[in-house]
């Protein structure tokens, strides 16, 4: 692995559209680069993987995240392993791709956007395994790629259908981060913004801080602040205090598994938001790409909750704030109920919760 301070690829190489990327494909397809949101807002730093087990573990140690972006980092490891086996007959290649695969389903079980990305890229595998090695391997890479371009064109469409639910002017309340950094490029929730702001309406920005990895304080801030979106930074504390006082006139969050139901997995703090929103009479929206929507998943009860470590809530900048010897909770997703969900917006259109399975197609 090594560490470049630019973007380490072309201008015109990358594919999210913008001068920052949360995850790219080197043009011979033999790196995948990751931009290093750990040590953003103060560093934009990219690491250069060349393995699968090298993509898996910086989408567990959440060097990328989002939904659509590790799915994206995913099939880019995939297009690793493909490189790696050139070599290889039909059967090694499809050894070497499965595990690949489960090394990188592995790496974080809650948004389902990874497993969708690696189960598309072993339908790859299995229809070419018997083809040449360079075929397979140039037929995988241009597979993922277009994963990415499909899901930056993804944000483009729900953002449009999203923006004409938002008022023309205010204060639109965000919780974590659901921008270009979570995604191919454009962001969903940050999507639905951004296209409501190229309307010519005249929003600003609340964004959560979103304790403990700190996505709306590092990242989200960052990317409005870097696109000139109005924005301020909210401890997880104060969303209800400016509901209560009229301030936030709509809720817009991204999701990591939209179940058959309706029920949104998303950001640990959502469902305390849309309690609050609820209770206010705020309009709640959920904006994703159809690539996170589980429809085998009948309901939000059966959505696997992501624990991780103590620590990450224990400490902040590496500095103890829970005595030794007391374990801090660290469920990094949880559940909004259909219920409490004003309408969800997909590139394959908007829906209530419960009309979802309509967009299936
Ligand atoms: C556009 S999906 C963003 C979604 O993913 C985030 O989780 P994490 O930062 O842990 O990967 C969060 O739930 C966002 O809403």
């Excluded at 965000?174 to 940050?190: E, I, K, Q, R, S």
Aim: proline fraction near 5%; charge should be neutral; hydrophobic fraction near 45%.
């Amino acid at each position: 692995m090594s560490v470049t301070n630019l973007p380490p690829w072309a201008p015109a190489e990358a594919l999210s559209g913008a001068s920052y990327s949360a995850a790219e494909l080197s043009a011979d397809g033999d790196r995948v680069f990751l931009l290093e949101q750990r040590e953003l807002p103060v560093v934009e730093r990219y690491v250069t993987l060349t393995t699968p087990a090298e993509v898996a573990e910086g989408i567990r140690a959440m060097v990328v995240r989002g939904a659509p972006a590790i799915g994206i980092a995913a099939a880019y490891g995939m297009v690793l392993a493909a490189r790696a086996a050139r070599g290889e007959g039909a059967e090694g290649y499809l050894h070497a791709l499965r595990r690949a695969g489960a090394l990188l389903d592995a790496s974080r079980p809650t948004a389902v956007n990874l497993s969708w990305a690696v189960r598309r890229a072993l339908a790859l595998a299995e229809q070419h395994a018997p083809r040449d090695g360079e075929q397979r391997f140039q037929e995988m890479a241009a597979f993922a790629r277009a994963l990415h371009r499909d899901d930056v064109a993804a944000c483009r469409a729900m953002g449009r259908l999203g923006a004409a639910h938002l008022p023309d002017e205010g204060a639109i309340l965000t919780h974590c981060n659901a921008g270009a950094l979570a995604t191919g490029g454009y962001g969903t929730a940050l999507g639905v913004i951004r296209a409501a702001i190229e309307a010519g309406k005249r929003l600003r920005v609340l964004a959560d801080e979103t304790r403990p990895y700190l996505q709306g304080a590092r990242l989200t801030a960052w990317e409005l602040h870097k696109d000139g979106i109005p924005v301020e930074v909210l401890a997880d504390s104060m969303a209800g205090w400016l509901m209560q006082r009229g301030e936030v006139k709509a809720i817009v969050v991204g999701a990591d598994r939209i179940a058959r139901n309706g029920d949104v997995a998303n950001k640990i703090g959502t469902y305390a938001v849309a309690c609050l929103a609820r209770h206010h009479g705020i309009p709640f929206y959920v904006a994703a790409p159809w690539s996170t929507v589980d429809l085998a998943t009948p309901d939000g009860t059966a959505i696997p909750i992501e624990e991780r470590a103590s620590d990450e809530v224990g400490l902040i900048a590496g500095k103890r704030m829970v005595p030794e010897g007391v374990r801090a909770r660290h469920p990094a997703f949880d559940v909004t109920p259909a219920s409490l969900i004003t309408a969800i917006f997909t590139e394959r259109g908007e829906a209530t919760p419960g009309e979802l399975a309509r967009l299936a197609g």
